[in-house]
Structure formats: C-alpha cells, structure tokens
C-alpha cells in the first residue's frame, strides 16, 4: 500500500471505517483541559507569535520546524520518565493481508528508550498556506490508525497538524475521529496551543498509569 504521505482522508475513512463525529465529547474534554501559562511563559509566546507572523509566508517547511515549531516544543518538553519525544521515525505496520502502513513520522510522543514502542500524540508539519495538494489531515490520520494497529493497549490517539499559521488538533478513538477548528499562532490563540501541547504531556502521564 502507499505511504502515510499518499493517503487522503476519504481514503482513510473507507479503507478503515472511520467516521467524522463534530464536536466529539473527548476532543472537547481534551481542548477544554489546558493547562495555565506563567507570566514569563506567555512573554515568551508572544514573541514567538511575532516571530511567526513576520516570516510564516516565507519560511520553508525546515525553516518552519526550527525556527518555530522546535523552540515551541521545547517550552512543552516532552521529555519523561515513561515517554519522549521521537522525530523522523518510521512506523510500518501491517494492518490485513498484504496490506501495510509505513513511512516517516515528523514527531510523535511514545513509550520507549531508544525507539518508541507505544505512539500517543502524533504532530504532522507542513508548510504551505494555499493551493496544496495533499491532504495533511487524511496523512495524520493514517499515521494514527498504524498507532492503534501497533499499540499494544486500547486507548485514544491524540494529534495535530500545521498548515503555516494553522494548527489543527485531532483525536482517534476507535473508529470516531474528531478535528478542531483552526488555532492561529500568529495571535492570541498561541496560549491555548501552548496550553494544549502541555495538558497533552498530563494526559500520557495518565495512559501510561492506567495502563501499567
């Protein structure tokens, strides 16, 4: 079968029998939970906003990643005892007979020292604003249904995507997936993915306690 990067998300939806609930009660739950933001924290975001809105229209996806993405992940600190952050890893899963998943993952959260063993937030960063091609949503998706195939425990799959500006959150639970309305981190709504990102790290911690 193709790579995570081939796929859409009608493609996805019929190939795995997933369907698209608005508003779905655990995404809510999930966006509804952030986190509070230090004084210095915000100061620090807002440059950062600043940042992004003077050269989002300019920056490669490399450019993107480094001078925005990285510093904002970096404040989060994905970084645990029972997980950590992994970035250009490749997941390949077979998921029916002579049927696979595969390909690189920009960034995800998982269990695991040396290479991840149990994926539980997916982030997929791409750059272009207008006029794309693909699918960003049917590529994160794909990637979250080879971590629920992979994954040895039943549990929801947490993720985001950038489009430029943009971040979307998604969440996988079972064959229900749910997606957010658009964040602008050129504005104010930076704090609430800042906020977001950091109850995303208090929901791991909490799978991982359930599960063990």
Same mark, same amino acid.
């Given at each position: 079968?193709?790579?995570?990067?081939?796929?859409?998300?009608? $493609?996805?939806?019929?190939? /795995?029998?997933?369907?698209?609930?608005? =508003?779905?009660?655990?995404? *809510?739950?999930? @966006? *509804? +939970?952030?986190?509070?933001?230090? !004084?210095?924290?915000? %100061?620090?975001?807002?440059?950062?906003?600043? %940042?992004?809105?003077?050269?989002?229209?300019?920056? =490669?996806?490399?450019?993107?990643?480094?001078?925005?993405?990285? @510093?904002?992940?970096?404040? #989060?600190?994905?970084?645990?005892?029972? /997980?950590?952050? /992994?970035? $250009?890893?490749? &997941?390949?899963? $077979?998921?029916?007979?002579?049927?696979?998943?595969? +390909? @690189?993952?920009?960034?995800?959260?998982?269990?695991?020292?040396?290479?991840?063993?149990?994926?539980? /937030?997916? &982030?997929? !960063?791409?750059?272009?604003?207008?006029?794309?091609?693909?699918?960003?949503?049917? *590529?994160?998706?794909?990637?979250?249904?080879?971590?629920?195939?992979? =994954?040895?425990?039943?549990?929801?799959?947490? +993720?985001?995507?950038?489009?430029?500006?943009?971040?979307?959150?998604?969440?996988?639970?079972?064959?229900?997936?749910? !997606?957010?309305?658009?964040?602008?981190?050129?504005?104010?709504?930076? &704090?609430?993915?800042?906020?977001?990102?950091?109850?995303? %790290?208090? #929901? #791991?911690?909490?799978? #991982?306690?359930?599960?063990?």
């Amino acid at each position: 079968m193709k790579p995570f990067s081939k796929w859409t998300v009608e $493609e996805v939806e019929e190939e /795995f029998q997933l369907t698209l609930v608005p =508003n779905y009660q655990g995404l *809510q739950s999930w @966006l *509804q +939970g952030a986190s509070s933001v230090t !004084e210095e924290e915000t %100061k620090s975001l807002h440059q950062l906003s600043r %940042k992004l809105a003077l050269h989002v229209r300019d920056w =490669n996806e490399e450019e993107l990643k480094i001078s925005f993405i990285a @510093l904002l992940l970096n404040m #989060i600190d994905f970084y645990d005892v029972a /997980f950590r952050p /992994f970035m $250009e890893r490749e &997941i390949s899963v $077979e998921y029916a007979e002579g049927k696979k998943l595969w +390909g @690189l993952i920009d960034f995800l959260v998982a269990q695991g020292i040396h290479s991840p063993k149990e994926a539980l /937030f997916f &982030i997929h !960063e791409y750059k272009k604003q207008l006029h794309s091609s693909n699918d960003p949503l049917g *590529q994160l998706l794909a990637e979250m249904v080879a971590a629920q195939t992979i =994954n040895r425990h039943p549990h929801s799959i947490y +993720g985001a995507y950038i489009i430029g500006r943009h971040w979307y959150f998604v969440i996988l639970d079972g064959k229900t997936y749910s !997606e957010s309305l658009a964040y602008d981190a050129t504005k104010e709504e930076l &704090i609430t993915i800042f906020s977001v990102l950091r109850h995303t %790290k208090d #929901i #791991i911690r909490q799978l #991982i306690t359930v599960k063990t």
